[in-house]
C-alpha cells in the first residue's frame, strides 16, 4: 500500500512537470469519455421527458394506430406502421363498445401559421372534444372546443402557450385572434394550461394547436385518421376493453393492419427505441476511447524508453519485476483516468449548458461507468509497455544512455 | 568470542564464463572461466584496461548479470537455484551498489534517492530508515540538502547520496563501479577515504572496480582483469 501510494504519488509528479504531454495523451480519452456521458445524458434526458408525458395521459385509456407493433419478441417493426388509416366510420362502430366513454380521431396537419410578431410552422391536432378529457388537457383563458364546434365545423383553434407566445408575444395576446393556416382563416377560442416538459424543437404539447376534426377535412378530403384514442370505464378492465376494440376492428382490418395499444406499450417501444439508438450512438463514441487509448499506450512506450537507465537503477538497488510492471500499469491508468474525470466534467457542464432547453441528466451509474471504463483502458492499453520495463535486463537497463 | 570466529566467504565465483554469441561460429568472452572468492570485510580492487572484463565481473557479484557457464555462491549458497524475485531481494538487502555515473533518480530528493531501497524492501526493517538517512546525511555533511533534488549537487555530493542509499539497508557489500571516474582527484580519494572507513569501521565488505592505479590502492587485494581472464 505504501509502495503503490508512492508511485501514484510520483506518477503525479511527472504529470505536473509535462501538463501539456499528460494533457494531450489523455484528450482522446476525455473527448471519448465526454461522447459517451454525454450522448448517455442525452438518450437518459429524453426517455425520461417522453415517460413523463405518457404518463401524463392517465391509465385508462387506449391508442388504436395503423400497423402491426409488438414489443414483444420481433420488436419495433417502423415500416409496418404506413399504409393504412381509419375513418369515421371506425370512430362509430368503436363508440358503440359499452365500455368506451370517451374517443378522439386523430388528424394531423402541419402549415405556416402567421401570428402579429412572428410565423412559424405550425402543428394542428384535428380531433374530437373528447380529447381534452383523454388528455388531460385543460384551458387557462377563454375556452375549449366542444361538441357543437365539432358539429357546426366551426373554424376554431385551441392553442398551447408556448406557440402562442411565440406568434403573438405573450400566449394571452392570442386570445381572440385570427390566424390563417394554409390560407383557411381560424379562430383562436382558448388557451390551454401548460403542460411543462422541455423544449425538443418544439414536439411538447405545449407548442401544437388542437381544432374540430370536421373542420380539419379542409386539409383532409379523404377523411381519414391516423390515431384513435379511447378513454375505458375505470370499473372495466383495459384488456377486456381491448379484446372488444379487436373484435371491431377486425370486421373491415386484417389482423397486421391496426394494432391497440395502451400508454404503458407505447412506452416500452419507446423505450426499446432509445435503447437501440443510445447503444448505436456509445457504440460510435467508444471508438474514440478506443483511439485515447492506443494514444496512451503510444506515450507509454516512449516513456518506458525514456525510463530505462532509471529501471535499471530501481532492479539493482533491489526492485522486482512486478515493482516495475505496477510502477508503469499505475502510470498508464493514473493518466486514463485523469482523462476520465476531465470527460466527466466536461459532460457535466455539457448537460449544464444544454439544460435549458433538453433535458439531459448524468446519472450515478454513467459516472462509475466512466471511471470504470477508463481504468480498465488504462490497464488493457498500459500492460504491454509495463511488460517491457519490468522485462528490461537491469544489466542492459543501467547500461542504456 | 570474536577471536574464535573464522573469516567466511562472501562471494565466490567458481568457473564463470560471460559469453555473446556473435554470430553462428563466433562467441564473445566478456569473462572466461573466472575463479575468485571474496571473503567477508575484505576490501578488493578490481583492476584493469577498459573493455577487459571488470565490469562484467561486477555486474556477474552484483547479480545484475547471469553467467552463461560456471557458478556463483553469495555466503555459499548457490545463486543459479534463486529466481528473478529472491535475486531482487539480494541486490535490496544484502548489496548496495555505487556507480560511476552516480545513478540518483533525478526527479527524487536526496531523502527519497536514499529511503528509495526501503521501499522496495519485502522483509520488516527493524530501525526507522529516516532516522538512519537523517544520521547519515548529518554524518556525511549533508543534511541541508535533504531536500535538494540531484541537479542541484556536486559529483561529491551526489556520490556521497549514492553510498548512503548503497547503506540505508545496511548491506553486507558494497559494490562500487569506478566510483571516482566523474570526480576530480581530491574528491575522488574524499569518496574512497569514505569507502575505507565503512570497510575498517562499519565491516562492510567493499569491491571496488576501477582503472586507476592510485584508487585501486585503497584495496587491500587487488584482483588484475585482462581480456576476460581474471589475474590475481
Redesign the interface.
Known amino acids: 500500500m505504501?509502495?503503490f501510494l508512492?508511485i501514484v504519488r510520483?506518477a503525479f509528479?511527472?504529470f505536473k512537470?509535462s501538463k501539456m504531454q499528460t494533457f494531450l495523451t489523455s484528450l482522446g480519452i476525455i473527448i471519448g469519455v465526454f461522447a459517451v456521458i454525454m450522448l448517455t445524458a442525452l438518450g437518459l434526458g429524453l426517455k425520461k421527458y417522453i415517460s413523463d408525458q405518457f404518463d401524463a395521459l392517465g391509465s385508462n385509456t387506449l391508442f388504436v394506430i395503423p400497423g402491426q407493433i409488438s414489443t414483444s419478441g420481433g420488436g419495433f417493426n417502423p415500416t409496418s406502421t404506413l399504409g393504412t388509416s381509419f375513418d369515421i366510420r371506425d370512430v362509430n362502430s368503436l363508440k358503440r363498445i359499452r365500455d368506451v366513454i370517451a374517443i378522439a380521431p386523430i388528424a394531423m396537419k402541419s402549415g405556416t401559421g402567421k401570428g402579429t410578431v412572428k410565423t412559424e410552422n405550425v402543428t394542428i391536432f384535428f380531433t374530437s372534444a373528447d380529447f381534452f378529457s383523454i388528455a388531460g388537457f385543460s384551458v387557462d383563458k377563454g375556452r375549449l372546443f366542444d361538441q357543437n364546434d365539432v358539429e357546426k365545423r366551426s373554424k376554431v383553434l385551441v392553442v398551447g402557450p408556448s406557440i402562442a407566445a411565440k406568434l403573438y408575444g405573450t400566449a394571452y395576446s392570442a386570445l381572440g385572434k385570427k390566424i390563417a393556416i394554409d390560407n383557411v382563416n381560424f379562430t383562436i377560442i382558448g388557451i390551454i394550461a401548460s403542460k411543462g416538459g422541455g423544449g425538443l424543437g418544439g414536439s411538447d404539447y405545449d407548442s401544437y394547436f388542437f381544432g374540430p376534426y370536421t373542420t380539419g377535412y379542409v386539409f383532409n378530403p379523404n377523411k381519414q385518421f391516423f390515431r384513435i384514442g379511447v378513454r375505458v370505464n375505470p370499473a372495466v378492465g383495459l384488456s377486456a376493453v381491448k379484446a372488444e376494440i379487436d373484435k371491431v376492428m377486425l370486421r373491415r382490418y386484417k389482423v397486421d393492419d391496426f394494432s391497440v395499444l395502451e400508454p404503458s406499450q407505447i412506452l416500452s417501444i419507446v423505450n426499446s427505441i432509445f435503447s437501440i439508438l443510445n447503444a448505436v450512438l456509445v457504440a460510435i463514441a467508444s471508438i474514440s476511447l478506443l483511439v485515447g487509448g492506443i494514444g496512451i499506450m503510444n506515450i507509454m512506450y516512449v516513456t518506458v524508453s525514456d525510463k530505462t537507465?532509471?529501471v535499471g537503477?530501481?532492479?539493482?538497488?533491489?526492485?522486482?519485476?512486478?515493482?516495475i510492471l505496477s510502477q508503469f500499469l499505475i502510470e498508464a491508468v493514473a493518466l486514463s483516468v485523469i482523462g476520465g474525470s476531465l470527460g466527466l466534467v466536461l459532460a457535466e457542464l455539457g448537460v449544464l449548458a444544454v439544460s435549458s432547453f433538453f433535458p439531459a441528466y448524468i446519472d450515478l451509474p454513467s459516472v462509475a461507468l466512466a471511471l470504470g471504463v477508463s481504468s480498465a483502458i488504462g490497464i488493457i492499453f498500459g500492460v504491454l509497455p509495463a511488460r517491457k520495463a519490468a522485462n528490461l535486463?537491469?544489466?542492459e537497463a543501467?547500461r542504456y544512455e | 568470542m570474536a577471536w574464535l570466529r573464522v573469516t567466511s566467504s562472501m562471494i565466490k565465483l567458481i568457473h564463470v564464463s560471460k559469453s555473446y554469441r556473435i554470430d553462428e561460429e563466433t562467441e564473445f568472452f566478456a569473462l572466461k572461466d573466472a575463479t575468485l572468492e571474496i571473503k567477508e570485510r575484505e576490501f578488493i580492487s578490481i583492476t584493469g584496461p577498459s573493455g577487459s572484463g571488470k565490469s562484467t565481473l561486477m555486474?556477474l557479484v552484483?547479480l545484475?548479470?547471469k553467467p552463461t557457464k560456471g557458478e556463483i555462491l553469495i555466503q555459499d549458497k548457490a545463486i543459479s537455484r534463486l529466481d528473478?524475485?529472491e535475486l531482487?531481494?539480494l541486490?535490496?538487502?544484502f548489496i548496495g551498489?555505487v556507480?560511476q555515473q552516480f545513478?540518483?533518480?533525478p526527479?527524487?530528493s536526496v531523502m527519497e534517492n536514499i529511503l528509495?531501497?526501503t521501499?522496495?524492501?519485502r522483509k520488516e526493517i527493524d530501525y526507522s530508515p529516516e532516522m538512519k538517512a537523517v544520521n547519515l546525511l548529518k554524518k556525511f555533511g549533508l543534511y541541508e540538502k535533504k531536500d535538494s533534488f540531484p541537479n542541484k549537487l556536486s559529483g561529491g555530493q551526489q556520490q556521497r547520496v549514492a553510498i548512503l542509499?548503497a547503506l540505508i539497508?545496511n548491506p553486507k557489500l558494497i559494490l562500487a563501479d569506478e566510483p571516482t571516474g566523474n570526480l576530480d582527484s581530491k574528491t575522488g580519494h574524499e569518496i574512497m577515504e569514505l569507502l575505507k572507513n565503512l570497510n575498517e569501521k562499519e565491516k562492510i565488505t567493499v569491491a571496488v572496480v576501477t582503472h586507476e592505479t592510485d584508487i585501486a590502492k585503497y584495496g587491500k587485494r587487488i584482483i588484475n582483469v585482462k581480456d576476460g581472464t581474471v589475474k590475481k
Open positions: 505504501e509502495y508512492f510520483s509528479e511527472d512537470r537507465r532509471e537503477i530501481r532492479r539493482a538497488i533491489g526492485a522486482r519485476k512486478s515493482d535486463e537491469p544489466v543501467i | 555486474h552484483g545484475l548479470d528473478d524475485d531482487s531481494s541486490r535490496n538487502s551498489f556507480f545513478n540518483l533518480i526527479k527524487l528509495l531501497p521501499i522496495y524492501s542509499r539497508m
